[in-house]
């Protein structure tokens, strides 16, 4: 009968595989069919094998690491026939990229108190699956294509706060971090009192600083207010009516 032997991989002569590996990725069986002895070796301390060889024909299987460097590697995986002299090897090369994980914003992630659709992107690549940690305030919707888009809500407080976004991954300690940062609500006006002369007044102008929206009434009939409402920065002239009484009298603006 003639000398047999042949290896089959289950797969090409040559294997590229991503650094994060699945079951289905990461073992794979080979079944060897020969007259006499063979025994197979690698030179990659990162692959694994269940046997060394045997004297007929069998099975073993190829066991692959994650590659968590950032390095791309090589290994080789040689079964060799020790009975031939010629072809007498079979070669399995397996090529694994290394492991990505960066993270970059080119802004300040800064933002108004009343953001209004303000947003900032991140972009990043990773090997495995993202982690996101983030302030309750702070929203980070992940697109799913290497784009995080970062919102804020609205900071109603008179305090300025900060936070910090932080990126991580189940397989490697490294991380990328972002601050964010959210201006405080601003209310105020320009007095808070005013004296007027029983007649012929000029009208009262006050300035509004504000984040959001205002609004300002009187309680009295004999002031006059323009304009009622507004938004952002801004201003308000107060018009009081002559007093033609002989007592003096006072009126709310809010």
């Known amino acids: 009968a003639p000398y047999l032997f042949d290896v089959d991989f289950g797969v090409a002569s040559s294997l590229d595989l991503q650094p994060i590996l699945d079951q289905a990725t990461s073992s794979y ?9 063979w025994v197979v070796d690698t030179d990659a ?9 045997a004297n007929k024909g069998g099975t073993f299987s190829i066991k692959v690491d994650n590659n968590l460097t950032s390095s791309k590697r090589t290994a080789n995986i040689v079964v060799t026939n020790k009975d031939l002299k010629d072809n007498n090897k079979s070669t399995l090369k397996i090529t694994q990229s290394g492991f990505t994980f960066n993270a970059e914003c080119n802004d300040k992630i800064e933002f108004a108190a009343l953001p209004d659709g303000q947003s900032y992107k991140i972009t990043y690549s990773c090997s495995a699956e993202l982690l996101i940690d983030a302030p309750n305030w702070v929203n980070c919707d992940d697109r799913g294509n290497g ?4 919102t804020a809500e609205d900071n109603v407080s008179t305090v300025k706060r900060t936070g910090t976004i932080k990126l991580s991954n189940a397989y490697t300690s490294d991380t990328r971090t972002f601050t964010v940062s959210q201006e405080a609500y601003e209310f105020s006006v320009s007095a808070d009192s005013y004296s007027l002369d029983y007649e012929d007044n000029d009208d009262v102008v006050v300035k509004i600083t504000s984040s959001g929206r205002w609004s300002a009434s009187s309680d009295v009939t004999w002031l006059t207010i323009s304009p009622e409402h507004g ?6 002239k107060i018009k009081a009516d002559d007093n033609a009484k002989t007592e003096s009298r006072k009126g709310i603006v809010t």
């Open 29 to 37: 069986n080979v079944t060897v069919i020969s007259s006499g002895r």
């Open 45 to 53: 301390s990162w692959v694994s094998l269940s046997s060394s060889g």
């Open 147 to 150: 784009t995080i888009i970062v």
């Open 231 to 236: 938004n952002g920065n801004g201003e308000i």
